[in-house]
DNA sequence: ATGTCGTGCTGCGCACGA
C-alpha cells in the first residue's frame, strides 16, 4: 500500500485555513508535515483538519514558525526540537514515527532558518541549525529506517532551482555554506526525492508575494524531501502542487508530495 | 529601486520576519 508524503509551507494556518483546508483535500496526502504555522499549539485549528481524516501532532510557536505532522495512519514516538538546538526557543522541528500498513515510517517536519541578513547572527544561526540537522541525520541514518525530512530548508540547491542566479547570488539561501550544508546531506546519503524522479530545471516551490513574483514565474525550489536510502528505494513519484500558488489568499509556497512504495 | 504578506502590541500604525 503506497505512502504518500507532503511537505507545506503554509504560512500561517489560521490567516487562511479555508484555502488550506481545499489544498489539504486536493493533495490528499497520507501524510502532511506543515510548516510556519503562526500559531501557539492551543490555537491550531484541529477540528477543520481532524474532520479531513487526519491525526494531529503540533509544535508550535506564537507569531513566528511553528511545524505540525498530519496522518491519516496513526502517529507514535514524537519528538520536538532538534537535538543538539535544545536551547533554541524557535519551533523549527518535529519528528514522529507513522504507523504506517505496511512498516513504520519515520519523518521529520523541517522549518529551517532563512539566514538573512548574511552577516548577522542570523546566518550564523542558519549555519549552526543546518549542522545540528546534519549531525542529527548522521544518527538516524544509522536506523537504517525509512525516514523522510520533509520541509523547508530555505537552501536553492543548484543555479537552475531559481529564476535568475544573479538575484539570488548573494542571499543567504544561495550562498556556497548553505548549499553545502544541503550537499552534506546528500554526501551522508540522503537523496532529494526530486532530484531522484525528475530534476527538471526551472520547477519551483515558492514564489515571493511581491513584485508579481508568480505572474512572471520568479521562484526558487526550496521546498525538500530528503529521503533515507531505506525511503529512497521505495520513491515512486513527485509532485509539487503549483495549483495551490494562484488561489485566493495564497501561502508563498506550494506542497511538495511524494509516493512511496 | 520598489513592489507584499502575516503577526502582535509600544495597538488602529508600526516593527519585525520572510
Request: hydrophobic share 40%; aromatic share 8%.
Amino acid at each position: 500500500m503506497p505512502l504518500s508524503i507532503a511537505a507545506w509551507n503554509v504560512n500561517s494556518i489560521n490567516a487562511r485555513l479555508p484555502t488550506a483546508l481545499e489544498v489539504l483535500k486536493e493533495i490528499d496526502a497520507d501524510v502532511v508535515c506543515l510548516q510556519e504555522l503562526k500559531c501557539e499549539d492551543a490555537k491550531f485549528p484541529r477540528s477543520e483538519i481532524e474532520d479531513l481524516g487526519y491525526n494531529i501532532e503540533t509544535h508550535g510557536q506564537k507569531t513566528y514558525n511553528g511545524v505540525a505532522i498530519l496522518s491519516k495512519h496513526r502517529i507514535e514516538d514524537v519528538t520536538r526540537g532538534l537535538p543538539g538546538m535544545e536551547d533554541d526557543p524557535q519551533s523549527r522541528w518535529m519528528e514522529a514515527v507513522i504507523a504506517a500498513p505496511d512498516a513504520p515510517f519515520r519523518v521529520a517536519s523541517l522549518y529551517a532558518p532563512n539566514g538573512n541578513p548574511v552577516g548577522t547572527e542570523k546566518y550564523d544561526y542558519k549555519l549552526r541549525f543546518m549542522d545540528a540537522l546534519i549531525a542529527h541525520a548522521k544518527a538516524r541514518l544509522a536506523l537504517e529506517e525509512p525516514y523522510v525530512i520533509a520541509g523547508d530548508y530555505n537552501i536553492i540547491p543548484r543555479d537552475v532551482d531559481c529564476h535568475s542566479v544573479a538575484a539570488w547570488a548573494d542571499d543567504a539561501l544561495f550562498l556556497p555554506e548553505s548549499k553545502n550544508r544541503y550537499r552534506a546531506l546528500s554526501h551522508l546519503g540522503f537523496t532529494d526525492a526530486y532530484m531522484q524522479v525528475d530534476g527538471a530545471p526551472h520547477v519551483y516551490t515558492f514564489w515571493d508575494y511581491q513584485a508579481g513574483a508568480w505572474n512572471k514565474n520568479n521562484g526558487i525550489r526550496i521546498d525538500h524531501l530528503m529521503c533515507s536510502p531505506q525511503a529512497a528505494d521505495r520513491l515512486d513519484r513527485v509532485r509539487i502542487h503549483r495549483d495551490a500558488r494562484g488561489k485566493e489568499k495564497p501561502s508563498d509556497h506550494v506542497p511538495i508530495i511524494g509516493v512511496f512504495r
